[in-house]
């Protein structure tokens, strides 16, 4: 068996798992905004007593630093939507930062 052709081989079924676990790690980051999102829809829903689709818009326009329920019964909501928000925000930071400095490092 050749040397060379094992490492090779080694060396792109690492690269691969690698990929396959990059792909995985963002799904998951959109799986928790979308989480978050619709909790927070819900809660509009049923704590402001809107329609349904409103209340997914508000929660998107809060995600988004766009614009917020003017409820006043929202405010404490709103806030630990944005905290949250910025979690999840933060979590996508760090996984662009290793991924893109993993690539300069040369591992």
Do not use: C
């Not at 329920?69 to 910025?86: H, L, N, S, T």
């Amino acid at each position: 068996m050749d040397t060379h052709t094992t490492n090779s081989d080694a060396i792109r079924a690492k690269r691969y798992r690698q990929r396959q676990r990059n792909g995985r790690r963002v799904y998951q980051i959109v799986a928790n905004a979308t989480q978050a999102i619709l909790t927070f829809a819900i809660w509009y829903r049923f704590k402001l007593g809107v329609q349904p689709l409103l209340a997914l818009f508000k929660a998107m326009l809060v995600f988004g630093t766009v614009g917020y329920p003017e409820d006043k019964r929202a405010d404490y909501a709103v806030g630990f939507q944005i905290a949250v928000d910025f979690f999840v925000l933060a979590v996508f930071l760090v996984f662009i930062g290793n991924l893109l400095g993993r690539g300069r490092s040369g591992k």
